[in-house]
């Protein structure tokens, strides 16, 4: 971490803090709302896809955002708004309290994930980017770990204390940002918000290289339908499904500074296709075990698991970084925020579809993702054919 300046250093630590406040709190929301508060399951659906619906809907509010008004302040802003809707979690029973939590909360992931991208890409140099992504996912993995362990133990108490617990920590978050992160100076627009976004989607190289990278998006969601359904039947134990994170988390943990490190000499591209295959073959095993199933123990058909979960947390370690770093490559970084704000938008839409696909598949979803997979890689190489990312490399 010493090698980036302190505000780097800050966000860093900010994007444990904040999966840490996320993790505690939203995997065990759905069980307060039925169980504690009696709502109905469609109620609670409601609630939690308004939540999901303003944040990925309104990626491009934050990203036009952080470009228009400054990084610094969307990202204290979205702190704070977070810190917010989860303290309205705490006290709320109604559901007209509940919705305005959850969109709050929403908002706040929208305003605050693509400024953090954006200020990162462009407070470091080119040749620097890389690692400090790399450093970014060490950072979230470990918070998304931390997260439910914390979460569970303050169960214990209330949820109302989880949600409180994780509304100081965004409070906190929001202090210290606004204490270390410096003031910048932001240029005068140039062109209108539409202007803006019309720029960055006029740029066919970048257009398909974002939906080249729903596959990316679309295989790492997977680690919540595909592989737990899996890890499930292999072993004949829901827990089976903890051991499947615990595994993706220590490899990124070990590896991820490692892999980008070791890479580093090597062309964008590669890595990317490279990851984006690993990826598609992490769900081969499971898609093995179904023509040849283990016998039935819960070692045994722990192996599929386990090496799915290293395959796919090795091939996110590849390819994450420098796809992180193209983002930023492809035009001014007057637009960088915008940039990052059309990539996450357009690539949640598409991976969003995708997921719905593989769901459908069934039995067959573990193949679907391992063409998935090898699909993106050769969309890459197809692009690297077209000069696409060694233009934007050299810019």
Not at 219 to 241: C, D, F, K, S
Not at 280 to 303: D, E, I, K, M
Not at 319 to 325: A, D, R, Y
Not at 358 to 380: D, E, I, K, Y
């Amino acid at each position: 971490m010493r090698r980036f300046p302190w505000a780097v250093r800050l966000l860093l630590v900010n994007q444990f803090g904040v999966n840490v406040g996320f993790y505690l709190l939203i995997p065990y929301l759905a069980t307060y709302l039925t169980a504690d508060l009696g709502l109905t399951v469609a109620t609670v659906g409601v609630v939690l896809g308004a939540r999901t619906l303003s944040q990925q809907g309104l990626f491009l509010l934050g990203g036009t955002a952080a470009d228009r008004l400054g990084a610094r302040g969307v990202i204290i802003a979205g702190c704070g708004l977070r810190a917010v809707g989860f303290g309205l979690f705490a006290i709320g029973e109604s559901v007209v309290v509940l919705l305005l939590a959850a969109v709050l909360s929403g908002v706040a992931g929208a305003l605050f994930n693509p400024a953090v991208r954006a200020w990162i890409a462009v407070e470091v140099g080119p040749d620097e980017r890389a690692p400090a992504f790399a450093l970014f996912n060490v950072f979230a993995q470990a918070g998304a770990l931390a997260g439910p362990v914390l979460g569970s133990a303050l169960l214990l108490i209330d949820f109302r204390v989880s949600a409180l617990v994780a509304a100081g920590i965004f409070a906190v978050l929001t202090v210290a940002q606004a204490v270390v992160l410096p003031a910048r100076e932001v240029p005068p627009a140039q062109k209108t918000v539409w202007g803006d976004v019309r720029e960055c989607l006029s740029d066919r190289g970048f257009l398909a290289f974002t939906l080249v990278m729903t596959a990316m998006f679309a295989l790492q969601n997977q680690l919540y339908l595909v592989l737990p359904m899996e890890a499930t039947r292999l072993t004949g134990t829901p827990a089976a499904v903890a051991g499947l994170f615990v595994v993706s988390t220590v490899v990124t943990l070990l590896a991820q500074v490692r892999i980008t490190r070791a890479l580093a000499g090597w062309p964008r591209w590669r890595s990317i296709a490279l990851g984006l295959t690993l990826m598609g073959l992490a769900f081969a095993p499971p898609a093995l075990a179904r023509l040849w199933p283990p016998p039935g123990a819960v070692l045994p058909g722990a192996v599929p698991v386990v090496a799915s979960a290293v395959l796919l947390a090795v091939g996110v370690a590849v390819t994450q970084p420098f796809v992180l770093e193209l983002v930023s490559a492809f035009g001014h970084e007057r637009l960088t925020g915008t940039r990052f704000g059309v990539f996450y938008l357009g690539s949640g839409v598409v991976a969003a579809i995708s997921t719905v696909v593989v769901g459908w598949a069934g039995p067959a979803g573990s193949l679907v993702c391992v063409a998935l997979g090898l699909a993106g890689a050769l969309g890459v190489l197809l692009l690297r054919s077209r000069g696409v990312l060694d233009r934007e490399l050299v810019s």
